[in-house]
């Protein structure tokens, strides 16, 4: 029993150190973290360097040898493949990953050392540096050898665009783990997700071919502004003309006539590839705030 007199104990705040005090220190808990996790890290970066070298020697200075249809389909199939192979890669990585590491979240959140969201924010902020090696690599060894053009501003494009994909596809698969109970169930919706990622593209089934009450799912789809990035970047304002489907067109043409995609509306792009990392890793820090799967 207390004795008469005597107050109950309390603090003044939840956390003893404030909110950039906690991010910091989460920051570098985070990096030692990283650092001695070669297992996960190492492999994302060699399969990025083992993608980025098939992908060079399959598509040898293929980018500036369109002279027909079956030339354009294949250089976009390519760009395609890429964005696809390690935005997967990246996405499915980090689901066991992050499992492990919101065990002990839940444990250090509840002895109040730091909150949700400075976790969030040092675990998002961690990835920068590792996506940005692994767009580096692919720019280093894909771009030159695949036979893109040597623009400053396409290769910035093409940088910024790959950067944004393989973020978005990271703190993706983040979120979902910091939904689910489980790696198994994360993986579930991870493959539902990357299906509809893939009909709504805009690749497999181009945007003017859509359904008009399916298009909006278009417009939520990160990978086909992804595509039209790439495409458009690249090609959106090459004036050659090549024989597609029995017609003669120039190959800007045939991208707005096909695709959808204007190059007028790259700086569009750019601002809405900037935002789907922004809201994927947003509501990373919210589910894992929220939500609580542990029993104990």
């Known amino acids: 029993m207390p004795p008469p007199g005597s107050n109950d104990l309390r603090f003044e705040t939840r956390y003893p150190q404030k909110f950039w005090e906690q991010f910091k220190a989460c920051l570098w808990k985070q990096s030692l973290s990283y650092w001695r996790s070669p297992h996960y890290n190492m492999f994302r970066i060699m399969f990025m360097f083992i993608s980025s070298v098939m992908l060079g020697l399959l598509f040898w200075k293929h980018g500036g040898r369109i002279n027909n249809q079956q030339d354009f389909f294949n250089i976009l199939g390519c760009m395609y493949a890429a964005t696809v192979f390690t935005g997967v890669n990246n996405c499915s990585s980090a689901i066991p990953f992050i499992a492990?590491?919101?065990?002990?979240?839940?444990?250090?959140?509840?002895?109040?050392?730091?909150?949700?969201?400075?976790?969030?924010?040092?675990?998002?902020?961690?990835?920068?540096?590792?996506?940005?090696?692994?767009?580096?690599?692919?720019?280093?060894?894909?771009?030159?050898?695949?036979?893109?053009?040597?623009?400053?501003?396409?290769?910035?494009f093409f940088f910024y665009t790959m950067f944004c994909t393989l973020l978005?596809?990271?703190?993706?698969?983040?979120?979902?783990?910091?939904?689910?109970?489980?790696?198994?169930?994360?993986?579930?919706?991870?493959?539902?997700?990357?299906?509809?990622?893939?009909?709504?593209?805009?690749?497999?089934?181009?945007?003017?071919?859509?359904?008009?009450?399916?298009?909006?799912?278009?417009?939520?789809?990160?990978?086909?502004?992804?595509?039209?990035?790439?495409?458009?970047?690249?090609?959106?304002?090459?004036?050659?003309?090549?024989?597609?489907?029995?017609?003669?067109k120039s190959i800007s043409q045939f991208l707005e006539d096909y695709f959808g995609f204007h190059h007028n509306r790259l700086p569009l792009v750019a601002v809405i590839l900037a935002l789907y990392p922004i809201a994927f890793a947003t509501l990373f820090g919210y589910f894992i705030g929220r939500i609580n799967f542990q029993k104990r």
């Not at 590491?101 to 050392?113: D, I, K, L, P, S």
């Not at 998002?124 to 580096?136: D, G, K, R």
């Not at 109970?181 to 709504?200: N, R």
Request: glycine share 8%; proline share 5%; net charge neutral.
């Open 168 to 248: 978005y596809m990271t703190y993706l698969g983040m979120m979902l783990t910091a939904m689910t109970s489980t790696v198994l169930l994360a993986t579930i919706l991870q493959s539902a997700f990357f299906k509809l990622l893939h009909l709504f593209s805009g690749f497999i089934v181009p945007r003017p071919q859509i359904p008009g009450w399916w298009i909006w799912v278009y417009y939520l789809c990160p990978l086909g502004w992804t595509l039209d990035g790439l495409f458009t970047s690249q090609y959106g304002d090459v004036s050659k003309v090549i024989i597609i489907f029995g017609e003669k």
């Open 100 to 156: 492990v590491e919101r065990t002990v979240v839940y444990r250090e959140n509840f002895a109040g050392m730091y909150s949700p969201w400075a976790y969030s924010f040092a675990q998002v902020a961690m990835e920068i540096p590792y996506v940005l090696f692994q767009v580096a690599l692919f720019m280093i060894i894909a771009y030159p050898s695949i036979g893109f053009e040597w623009d400053a501003g396409k290769f910035i």
